[in-house]
């Protein structure tokens, strides 16, 4: 089966740096992606790692390890427009998008 | 705004009975994917296509049908419908259906089946 885990809340104060970690256990692996959520709102893609080592875009980053199957997201000067849940995926071919979702980390940003 | 547009917003229905979701993905995209979020089961990816043909296939029921039309457009069908099968469904869209293409998703529709 496909198993993936992330840590289920995080509390933070705006102008901090917070991660969120991803591991997996998947029949496949193509490349690892993160998205955000907002209450009510569709997911939308933040990043995504094929290969190992840190991506960086703007405030986020996203780092990968494909020999320990793991992966965070880094999200640095935290805003209070942050507070979402984040879902990593992992991407199991490369002919298509064939995705499993991780259960989502609700990250909560204090004053 | 993604540019992707399902319809309708807010379905309510009744056990056994079969509906439609809407999809039309972003202009020049080829590729629509359909995803189901729950609160028991997250989100899920169901299926793919490209261009008109199946791609990739995830947790998607027998009861469950899609297709992509020659417009691009999609739909997808549920059938025999069960109180499990409330949730929020989700289309997006990407240009070219590749792994590393960027998913541009839909406002989703969510589905009561009561």
């Known amino acids: 089966g496909q198993s993936l885990e992330q840590p289920s809340e995080v509390t933070a104060v705006e102008g901090a740096i917070v991660q969120i970690n991803c591991t997996y256990q998947?029949?496949?692996?193509?490349?690892l992606s993160w998205y955000q959520q907002h209450d009510g709102g569709a997911p939308t893609f933040l990043s995504y790692?094929?290969?190992?080592g840190l991506e960086e875009t703007g405030r986020f980053s996203s780092f990968l390890s494909r020999s320990d199957s793991y992966g965070y997201l880094l999200l640095q000067e935290l805003q209070m427009k942050d507070s979402a849940s984040y879902f990593c995926?992992?991407?199991?071919?490369?002919?298509?998008?064939?995705?499993?979702f991780g259960p989502g980390t609700r990250l909560s940003v204090l004053p | 705004d993604s540019g992707v547009t399902q319809t309708p917003k807010h379905l309510i229905t009744a056990t056994g009975q079969r509906v439609t979701l809407r999809c039309s993905p972003r202009?020049?995209?080829?590729?629509v994917y359909w995803y189901q979020q729950s609160l028991d089961q997250g989100l899920q990816f169901l299926i793919q296509?490209?261009?008109?043909?199946?791609?990739a296939k995830g947790n998607i029921l027998e009861r469950f049908s899609a297709q992509q039309f020659p417009d691009l457009h999609s739909e997808l069908n549920l059938s025999s419908l069960e109180l499990g099968d409330s949730a929020l469904y989700f289309c997006?869209?990407?240009?070219?259906?590749?792994?590393?293409?960027?998913?541009?998703f839909g406002p989703g529709t969510r589905l009561t089946v009561l």
């Open positions: 202009s020049g995209d080829l590729s």
């Open positions: 995926a992992v991407i199991l071919d490369n002919y298509g998008q064939n995705f499993v």
């Open positions: 998947t029949s496949g692996f193509y490349g």
């Open positions: 790692n094929a290969l190992d």
């Open positions: 296509y490209y261009n008109g043909e199946e791609r």
């Open positions: 997006a869209s990407s240009v070219a259906g590749g792994p590393t293409d960027t998913q541009y």
